[in-house]
């Protein structure tokens, strides 16, 4: 307890920063912001970047078969597992410079920690930068955590093609040329990890509402995306009496009273969206004949999940001011639960640094959704202003940020000395 | 009375509908349907035609300055107003063939039947195209009848643009070189005429329901055009908990509940339509920041309409779910009452041939709205196919038209004889 306690003592704060703000220029954007796409020019000089700031601390850089990057801290034992930080270095295309970063220079201060602080542990370190967390360039996104994590296939991935046609496999290609130039090993395969922990910003307004400087994440939220057509039949808003219309707005409002009315029976943790919707032939002075809205629907218990979704298929059949409803779900994502003891031990430390942190449940995705099934998982959250992110408008606090790393590499300590 | 009757009996059927398929095939579409643009040169062919029609019952030809079509059948006393009958020729862009044109080729079915009958009358008769009724090319539309009533100023019409930079003014000097070439007479100004009957299909599924051929259109609905933007804040769908969300399409959702209510309040006379709805930034994953809809509410009585527009604007000055409201009224037509002494006359006349014939307001607009304005005025609906209209499916049966048009002779004879 009293070395881990010296590891988060060790963190540099000055020099974390410093690496904050110097990432920060490789994407800047005129005048603020950062766009650094997965797997841009940008993208690749962070990677190149990344792998200087390790090799001056002694460690040695490697990337796989997906572009994901390590640096790895060798442990007494390098046949052990090693324990795995990180997050990812690419951005939106109008980003703020914290999204992702965070969690990939949190690491990297951990590892400048164990070496200026000599701590001695038995199993290797690795900070790792995952490939195209965001999905901006080549959707989905987490390409890199997914693959690593044996979630999706590789030939699916490879065979993504931007706006511009180029496909992820020959932009891969480009980095890995670089990554060779720089003489970075190519390890292609993944491995298990003995644990993977990642410290990101919470793009929410919790933390901040509650002068928390950092919290333990217990889980990711299940996603259900539902895409809902209201059929309805267009007509003269002036001549067609209340009876004889078949209005898809009308069928639309009332199918959208009953499915919140559903939501409402399960309290306030349901995350319930309707952020797209049209109409056709979308004219004031005609009925519409076609609605169409989407459903973004979220909670961290699948059972809740189901129950709502059961509730949203049976709603669907039935028939709404004369309109019929075709319901379709466009994407299914199954709740994540984080590992309890992992969990419990991240938990410790923050509460050395915020003794009212609560145990929050992420409601955006991020790559530990997928290494949560390759090894034991759980995340960190630090408060940005307002919840503002994937804008240039994101901002933290240094203070919380120093906060956020120390508690991290608290955590980090006690998992190195068990 | 015997005298009316007869010359609704000197109606000629086929003739008629030889007429109705002729004037089809001016600006005829492939496979079918029409397209007739105001004072393109269809329209101004159909003109030409229609002179050609009347002068061969001996009738003179007229045109005014904003290009409105009369064929005119002198009376014993020629210092007499005129009995005005009449419709539009022009159509939307890709119609039925019935839509206004009925209306013109009844008023011309009736100029025969006095002709063949030698029935006496002291008042001339005339009948009339109203210049862009649709308001397809040129909007708004009802130019011609609007200007011949006094309603809408000169200028404003005369420097309306098309989508291809046409200038309304510059159509109809196309038009009226056309004319003059014709030897149509110019009579340049609106004048009073007795009074103003106008034939036209219901656009509405009410007499078809109630199998009716034809019946007396009591009044024009009053209609209130609504543009509303709730204005709430963007944020990410799955981090921001209820609380902290000013979700744009919830307050939308609300607000609309509460308009409904309120409408409902009035009965099942209201029309309400809701024909356009838009989010943004009308994402799946986004809380919507804006939403903007349109009302479109008419009513037969001007109280209900006030009384409407006092709650709407009442509601608008509520916040909904944290977003606030910004109301506009687009456009604002008061209802219109037909003159009660032509209406039980003409009544008097559809009676004859359905009994239990309804008395409608028309939901939709016609010239006849302009016309009340300037002299006693009625109209005549008979039904179409499903209330279809403004598409090549606009379908009437012939019996019932032969049946409308017997009707308004009926009237006429009624008119002239008093």
């Known amino acids: 307890m009293k070395r881990s306690t010296s590891l988060a003592e060790s963190i540099d704060g000055q020099r974390f920063w410093d690496d904050m703000l110097k990432q920060a220029e490789i994407g800047a954007l005129i005048p603020r ?3 650094r796409l997965a797997l841009d020019d940008n993208d690749n000089n962070a990677r190149c970047w990344l792998v200087e700031q390790g090799r001056a601390l002694g460690c ?6 997906m572009g994901n990057v ?4 060798e442990g007494r034992d390098p046949n ?7 997050s990812h270095l690419d951005s939106q295309p109008n980003a703020g410079i914290y999204d992702g970063t965070l969690g990939v220079l949190a690491g990297l201060a951990v590892l400048r920690a164990l070496q200026e602080s000599d701590f001695p542990h038995q199993q290797p370190v690795e900070v790792v930068s995952w490939t195209n967390e965001e999905g901006a360039r080549f959707a ?13 296939e590789t030939a699916r991935i490879l065979g993504t093609v931007d706006d511009d046609g180029v496909r992820f496999a020959d932009a891969l290609s480009t980095c890995q040329t670089l990554l060779d130039a720089d003489k970075v090993s190519y390890r292609p395969y993944p491995f298990t990890p003995s644990a993977f922990l990642e410290l990101h910003i919470e793009q929410g307004p919790v933390l901040e509402s509650l002068g928390v400087p950092v919290c333990t994440v217990k889980g990711i939220q299940g996603v259900n995306w539902y895409s809902i057509t209201v059929n309805g039949q267009a007509n003269h808003a002036g001549t067609t009496p209340e009876h004889a219309r078949r209005d898809a707005f009308t069928g639309a409002h009332g199918l959208i009273t009953a ?5 409402a029976e399960h309290g306030e943790s349901v995350r319930f969206t309707i952020g797209k919707f049209t109409l056709e032939p979308n004219a004031t002075n005609t009925i519409p004949q076609q609605a169409t809205f989407s459903i973004d629907l979220r909670h961290p218990s699948t059972a809740v999940l189901t129950s709502l979704d059961n509730a949203f298929q049976r709603l669907a059949t039935e028939t709404w001011s004369g309109c019929s409803v075709e319901l379709t779900v466009s994407s299914r994502v199954s709740p994540v639960e984080f590992d309890k003891k992992l969990v419990e031990t991240l938990d410790a430390s923050v509460k050395k640094y915020a003794p009212d942190a609560p145990k929050l449940v992420s409601g955006a995705f991020h790559d530990a959704i997928h290494l949560a099934h390759q090894c034991p998982t ?5 408060p940005c202003r307002s919840g503002i992110s994937h804008h240039p408008d994101e901002y933290i606090e240094r203070e919380d940020a120093e906060i956020a790393v120390r508690a991290l590499a608290d955590a980090v300590g006690t998992l190195l000395t068990r």
Chains 1, 2 share one sequence.
Do not use: C, N, T
């Not at 499915?259 to 939501?263: D, G, I, Q, S």
């Open 33 to 35: 912001g950062l766009g």
């Open 60 to 65: 040695e850089a490697f990337y796989d078969a």
């Open 70 to 73: 390590f640096l790895r801290r």
């Open 80 to 86: 052990l597992p090693p324990l795995l930080i990180g």
């Open 140 to 152: 989905p996104g987490a390409s890199g955590s997914s693959w690593f994590a044996g979630q999706r």
């Open 259 to 263: 499915l919140r009315e559903a939501v």
């Open 378 to 382: 759980a995340m960190l959250f630090m």
